[in-house]
Structures are given as C-alpha cells and as structure tokens.
C-alpha cells in the first residue's frame, strides 16, 4: 500500500525552476533512494514533503501522505506530522544536535513536544530508542553532550531522535557522508533494519549508487531537478538506460595512482604518541578514571610523501590529526619536524 506520493511537483525559489514534474511513490516498509549529484533536487525533494521550504518559493503538483495533501496543509498541522509521523536524519549530525543540551535531553525533546508521554516515560524510551541504535545506557548515559561522542555516534542520536515516536516515513539526506567506511555500513545496516522492523517506508537521499545498491529497493536517479530514470534498484543498475546513470556508476569507481615519495630524511616524525582524558569520578571522592584515546602511536611522512590514516570513527584520527597540528597536547611521546620538537614550541 502506497504511504507516500509524489505527483508532478514542480518547485521554483524567487522565480526560479528548481525541481520539475517529479513524481515516485514509496510504501510501507519499502527503501527508495534518490541519487544524483550537489544540486539535482534531492534534498529539496525532501524539504518539500517535510514542508521546510524557504521564503519565496512556489509549488505545484501533489505530495500525498496519508490522502493528504502536504503542500497544503497548514502549518500546524505539519508541525504535528513531523518527528511523529514523518521524521528525518539531516546530513550533518553536529548541526543537527544542540551542542548544549545533552542527548537524552534532545531525545526526549522530540517525544515532550507532541505530548505523546510523561516526562518520566519520554526518559525511558528515550533509553531505550538510545540502546536500539547501538548507543546503550552503560557506555552512553543520557547525561553526555555531542562533543563527547565520535561522527557516527552522534548520527546514531540523529537517528534515535527520529524514530524516537516510530515515525511511519523516514527521510534520510545524506547520512553517512561525513562517515568512515566501517561506520557508513553500520548506519546504513541500522537503517535498513529498522525499516523491516518496524514497517517503516525510508527515504534515502545520497550522491553515491554504491551506498544504495544492495540496500533500496527502487531507485530514482535525478539531474537538474527532474527524475531521468527510474525502477528498482537492480533493473536501473543492470540497465542504466540513461547516460547519467552510467555516468554516476563510473564515478563511483573511482581509483587513484599515487607516485614515489622522495626517500630523503623525514620531514615528520610521530614517536609513541599518546593521548589520555579524564572521564567523571564514580564517586565523589574517587580518582577520576583516564581514557585514552591515542595509545603509542609512531610513522613517518617524508617530503612528497602522501599518507593516510584509515580508521572507523572514534578510533583516534581526529585526536591525532589535532595533535600534530598542536591544538591539542600528547600526553606522552615526540613529534619532530624538520628536526625540531613541536613540544618544545608549545612552552
């Protein structure tokens, strides 16, 4: 049974043509994807069924949910569908969080604001919401703030925020760019699963064919605002009747050649590198256990040398990265470059 459809919706901000006659369905319990480079109209599809259009822009055409018509309805009553009938994951968890309200706050929150349950039974399925997108209360209680959790943590928030009122559409924009590889599978399993579990009909919007070829089960290829093929995800793959999806395929496999680094002396040195912060106290009067985040790290770059570090998110990157460019302080071990010790030149 169809839950979601588009009909011809046309779309112009300040007279000027955006999205042009776009028209998908999607059901319940169904995955279908919108791909299509920066700027084909993804996300504006998105914003269109969410109602979260800006100044100046005009509409035409249908989005039907429930045999109602979104781009009708007024605005409080898009403000009741949305989070509790319609929820959506934004591209950039960190803009998308408030970076100082906890995330129990901000989960609950979502729940608080349609009156749907006591603020004592908001906590508790914000917990439990929490504990089903991998985020359990032993190692993530609700008391922490954003800045504490890695990239995919806080996109799992996002998404526990979401569905925290088991919304019957989801919409997904791009929620695993800014993700490393190993973390991208796992958001993208979460979703997935929390599609079949729940009946729920998602809408994945993404630039990359190979994030939903063994995920959504139709596909909608869009260029310039309009749909220029779609199908399920298999026929369109094995097809690829238009040249821009062939296009966007070829990008997909995108591969590098790297030349020889220059086997000089090493412009940068990294030895035994570590990195501890303190966690909060058990007790009042406790020692403050120590986390650490980098532990005895060392390589080499030379010049002309290009390296990478490759790691699922919260395995230490970012802290290394902040490190080497002095922003933050080793808590042991050396970093030389060009012979000089950087830690010298932060006293």
Request: glycine share 8%; with cysteine.
């Amino acid at each position: 049974m169809t839950l979601l459809s588009i009909e011809n919706l046309t779309l112009a901000i300040q007279g000027t043509p955006i999205l042009h006659s776009i028209s998908l369905k999607i059901a319940a319990g169904e995955i279908t994807a919108l791909t299509g480079e920066s700027g084909s109209g993804k996300s504006m599809t998105a914003f269109a069924t969410m109602g979260l259009l800006p100044k100046g822009t005009t509409t035409s055409g249908t989005i039907a949910f429930d045999d109602a018509n979104l781009l009708a309805l007024p605005e409080p009553q898009m403000c009741d569908l949305r989070g509790r009938e319609i929820g959506m994951v934004f591209q950039e968890p960190m803009t998308a969080l408030n970076p100082v309200q906890t995330i129990g706050a901000q989960v609950m929150e979502t729940i608080l604001v349609h009156k749907a349950m006591t603020p004592e039974q908001a906590e508790t399925r914000a917990r439990d919401v929490l504990d089903r997108v991998g985020l359990p209360p032993d190692r993530f209680p609700l008391s922490r703030y954003p800045h504490e959790l890695s990239g995919g943590q806080r996109q799992r928030v996002v998404i526990a925020m979401a569905i925290a009122l088991r919304p019957r559409l989801l919409i997904a924009d791009e929620p695993t760019t800014a993700l490393d590889v190993t973390t991208q599978a796992q958001i993208l399993n979460l979703l997935k699963r929390l599609a079949k579990e729940d009946d729920m009909a998602l809408m994945m919007i993404t630039h990359d064919l190979a994030v939903v070829s063994d995920m959504a089960d139709t596909l909608n290829v869009m260029r310039h605002g309009e749909i220029v093929e779609s199908g399920p995800t298999a026929q369109v793959l094995r097809e690829m009747r238009h040249p821009y999806t062939r296009q966007l395929f070829e990008a997909s496999r995108h591969q590098a050649e790297l030349g020889s680094a220059k086997a000089d002396a090493p412009l940068l040195s990294v030895q035994n590198v570590s990195r501890d912060y303190p966690l909060p106290r058990a007790t009042l009067f406790g020692t403050r256990p120590m986390f650490r985040a980098v532990k005895d790290v060392s390589f080499e770059i030379r010049r002309g040398e290009r390296v990478g570090l490759v790691g699922e998110s919260g395995c230490g990157k970012s802290t290394l990265g902040r490190m080497l460019t002095m922003i933050e302080t080793p808590t042991s071990g050396e970093l030389n470059y060009k012979g000089q010790n950087l830690l010298t030149l932060s006293n």
